[in-house]
């Protein structure tokens, strides 16, 4: 078994990798050669170290259930110390574990909630650490995080439905791509052989399919070798300013996909509004916010010219009303909000009302992709299936 040590010795702490059968024959035998043993443990091999951090790494629905648990305990009465030691207890995910004995930890050391999870902003958003600290501020955290649970579960219920309405089409689209480049590759090329012996004059089609059956024959490693490349220059290209921009607005130009991607906006927008203006946040302050959370650019510059406005004295839904991406209805939603004085109502009604719009859209999106796709694998596998056939047919033909 193989085992990994730091020790000390001639001034110097010397790291090495070595096999023995337990850590005390280690040890020993480092000691034996004036060795300061510092740490020693086992090394993981790959696999295994990748399986863990799989495993016991924190994800969303983690910090879900962990805010839905605390705020429960808090509103029973628990403090928060005494709630995160529950937490402790029943935590079993070593990840998670450890997080919610780090946050113990600083807060016993006198540090307030909001500030511990500042130093975690992997697993807590802005919204997630302005709520907590407005929750101080007014002593209802009980009450905030139990408004903050369930608007993370709306999130994980709407990002569910996104992906459920997408796998099949992706299964399809993955399966046709697949079967259409085994077939290319490895079976049509066996069956276009049998053309070379005879003097046909082949159609357009199998001629085209006859070179690129052949050039995918031989070059196949350097096809999906060029495929692996395109896909990393492709997703670096989508992480800078400029590839979120393109691939944002032609997002929101398609047929099917843009009534979700601007609806799921404007229902995370309008609910974490709702929840920050009821919980004593400022309007600039949520507003700095949404335009971090909300993940289309399009809709953050939108967002942006609004805290302008607002800065500068305009009411919200003034503001809103410049800026033709946002519905009429929302509009007219927030500016009677202001006037009578609940707009953090306001804006829960209508973001209730774009949650009902989003289950009509994922459903219309699904709807139209499912059908494009069986269309166009229908017409692909006639093309190939027609190109193999038809020279078959020019030779029984002829005899």
């Known amino acids: ?19 023995a059968e337990n850590e005390k024959t280690v040890a020993f035998n480092l000691k034996r050669q004036g060795f300061f043993l510092i740490e020693i443990k086992p090394k993981e091999n ?28 808090l509103n029973a009465g628990l403090t928060l110390v005494d709630s995160f030691d529950i937490l402790k207890k029943q ?95 490895f079976v049509i090329p066996k069956l276009l052989n049998l053309y070379k012996d005879f003097n046909l004059s082949l159609p357009l089609t199998t001629q085209i399919l006859m070179a690129a059956s052949s050039f995918s024959a031989k070059y196949w490693p350097i096809i999906i070798a060029f495929f692996i490349g395109l896909y990393i220059l492709v997703k670096r ?35 974490t509004l709702s929840i920050l203006i009821g ?17 289309n650019v399009i809709y953050q510059k939108a967002f942006r010219n609004v805290y302008k406005e607002v800065e500068r004295g305009v ?32 804006l829960g009604r209508i973001s209730h009302y774009f949650e009902m719009e989003s289950d009509l859209a994922v459903k219309t999106m699904t709807s139209l992709i499912e059908p494009s796709i069986l269309v166009v694998l229908g017409a692909a596998v006639g093309i190939l299936v027609m190109s193999v056939i038809t020279p078959i047919y ?4 002829s005899f």
């Open 315 to 346: 009411s919200l839904g003034s503001a809103m009303l410049q800026e033709q991406i946002f519905p009429p209805i929302l509009v007219q939603m927030v500016i009677v909000g202001e006037q009578t004085g609940k707009l953090d109502e306001t």
């Open 279 to 295: 919980s004593g946040v400022s309007i600039l302050e949520s507003l700095e916010i949404i335009i971090e959370t909300v993940n």
């Open 46 to 73: 790959l696999i295994e170290s990748n399986l863990a951090f799989f495993f016991n790494r924190v994800s969303f629905t983690d910090i879900v259930d962990l805010t839905r648990q605390l705020a429960i305990m």
């Open 237 to 271: 290209f989508l992480r800078s300013n400029q590839g979120k921009l393109f691939s944002d607005s032609t997002v929101l130009k398609l047929p099917a996909i843009s009534n979700v991607v601007k609806i799921s906006s404007l229902v995370d927008a309008t609910r």
């Open 91 to 185: 935590v079993s995910k070593k990840g998670l574990s450890e997080l919610v004995n780090n946050i113990e930890k600083e807060i016993k050391e006198g540090d307030s909630f909001s500030m511990v999870l500042k130093k975690y902003p992997q697993f807590f958003s802005n919204l997630y650490i302005s709520l907590v600290k407005s929750g101080e501020a007014s002593g209802k955290l009980s009450d905030i995080l139990l408004k903050l649970a369930q608007n993370l579960e709306k999130q994980r219920e709407f990002q569910g439905k996104i992906k459920g309405a997408m796998i099949y089409p992706m299964i399809l689209i993955l399966g046709m791509v697949g079967v259409m480049f085994i077939m290319v590759t």
């Open 394 to 397: 020019q030779l029984t033909s």
């Open 1 to 19: 078994m193989l085992f990994c040590y730091r020790a000390f010795r001639n001034n110097k702490i010397i790291s090495k990798t070595v096999e």
